[in-house]
């Protein structure tokens, strides 16, 4: 029977004193918070964006101070523990102190397979195994014993938050096909929690507003004088749908569990990149990260090409970016999306800000769109030019005709700095391949008319 992962007492070291040894296989790796790009040498700040590069630690997320390491299959109910127990026990707390009190982890690795040869379903063990393993450079181990542990935690605990972190920090030190395997073994192993909370909640989520068909104000008076944003501008659009809730992991996981079951990549964009799988991540932060366990956050780190892909599986598209600020902005050429005057309470803005989906309803639009400012930015349907409102048509605007090589970002995010980027009216863009912390994306849907 597998035992139940013990309460641990992790100790995370900011700081560590390394070997040489150690030194030359990666403590010089680093990275940027913005744009989470690794660097190898020797460089303090980034080169794309200005930011302090951060060290990515070298400590061990397995270290701990707790006595009491291990219970015995029994333990919880306060049996007493057979000989096999006790001898895995004795084994465990002999490499424990071999590992932190004095540094030797191939001795305490020794003790450690000799526990795991009576009792290898110990999920604490592995957990320790794995960090021995981190110390010993063999990222390898370290993995294969992190991903046993996991399999014995319960979906959406604590524990398996902290496991992931240590994964992540892994992975760094390992190779592409690693980083892909863990990507795409994450699919299958959220599938209960992610299932359970589509059940609870996908009517909530998939809801749609609709949007009449109206004039509406579009972008910024000279007053404000932001160029790409210029001239302000009156717009027609016909009737459509826009999702009410940016997309969840939850409903991403499942178009990612279908595309890997069914390697169906119809409703992919016609010119997306080759073998593409749409697994939202980045090199220093992929799917294996914690984030992903929440199915109720808005799914992030997911470039154009995945958006449009989504969109199209669900039966929907993306919208336009005059159908986006009309559904933040309503008719009255309104700052924000609540009105005129900036209330930071209206919206989901700081980094340790809550990021379920419609958390602040006092923020909604007039057509009941939630988080049109704040949590996520969001992609849109059209190429990107600065100069597109100078020659928009006055009707149902789709962006220009001409590849611009980049696609728009409407919506400030929870990232944002200053209060100007969180208008209705703000643009940005990105390359269709571009996956920022920042950015996700909702779906539109256009009104049918009934047949006759």
């Known amino acids: ?16 004193s390394v070997t040489n040894a150690e030194i030359s296989k990666g403590t010089k ?21 200005g930011g302090k590069l951060e060290r990515i630690p070298l400590s061990d997320p397995s270290v701990q101070t707790q006595r009491n390491v291990m219970e015995g299959p029994q333990g919880e109910k306060g ?13 465990i707390e002999t490499a424990n102190s071999l590992r932190e009190n004095s540094g030797d982890y191939k001795g305490a690795l020794e003790f450690y397979k000799k526990a795991e040869e009576l009792n290898p379903d110990l999920a604490s063990l592995h957990w320790f195994m794995a960090g021995t393993y981190w110390k010993l450079n063999n990222h390898q181990k370290a993995l294969e014993h992190l991903e046993i542990c996991r399999s014995y935690q319960i979906p959406g605990s604590d524990q398996i938050n902290k496991i992931d972190d240590f994964v992540g920090k892994v992975l760094v030190f390992l190779e592409l096909d690693d980083k892909q395997k863990i990507a795409t073994k994450r699919i299958g192993d959220r599938k209960a929690q992610m299932e359970a909370s589509l059940k609870k909640n996908r009517e909530k989520w ?9 004039d509406f104000t579009m ?44 390697d169906d990549h119809s409703k992919c964009y016609p010119g997306e990149p080759l073998n593409k799988n749409h697994i ?28 449009y892909a989504y969109a199209a599986w669900a039966g929907k598209r993306l919208p336009t970016e005059a159908e986006w600020e009309k559904a933040a902005r309503g008719t009255d050429g309104r700052r924000f999306p609540w009105g005129n005057v900036w209330e930071v309470k209206n919206c989901n803005v700081g980094p340790e800000g809550i990021l379920t989906v419609g958390s602040y309803e006092q923020g909604d639009s007039v057509y009941g ?16 030019h600065p100069s597109y409102y100078y020659e928009s048509p006055k009707k149902n605007p789709t962006g220009p005709t001409k590849k611009t090589g980049k696609r728009v970002i409407r919506g400030g995010s929870l990232y944002a700095q200053g209060v100007y980027k ?8 990105g390359e269709p391949g571009e996956r920022n912390k920042s950015v996700g994306f909702r779906c539109a849907k256009d009104v049918v008319a009934p047949s006759d």
């Open 219 to 262: 972008g910024s008076s000279a007053e404000d004088f932001i160029q790409e944003e210029m001239p302000q501008h009156t717009v027609f659009l016909d009737t459509y749908y826009i999702d009410k809730y940016e997309v969840t992991n939850a409903q991403y996981w499942e178009f990612l569990e279908y595309i890997t079951r069914t």
């Open 29 to 49: 790796k680093k990275s940027c918070p913005t744009c989470e790009k690794i660097y190898t040498d020797n460089s303090v700040y980034c080169p794309l964006d």
């Open 422 to 429: 969180m208008r209705c009216a703000v643009r940005m863009f």
């Open 369 to 384: 769109c939630s988080d049109m400012t704040g949590s996520l930015s969001e992609w849109c349907n059209d190429w990107y």
């Open 79 to 91: 049996e007493p523990l057979d000989d096999k127990s006790l001898q895995v026990k004795k084994y």
């Open 206 to 214: 998939e809801e749609m507003v609709l949007v009449p068909a109206s």
């Open 280 to 307: 939202p991540g980045v090199p220093f932060k992929g799917y294996e990260y914690k984030y992903y366990n929440y199915p109720d956050y808005p799914v992030k780190r997911v470039d154009w090409y995945d958006a």
């Open 1 to 16: 029977m597998k035992s139940v992962f013990v309460t641990l007492c992790i100790v995370f070291f900011l700081s560590v």
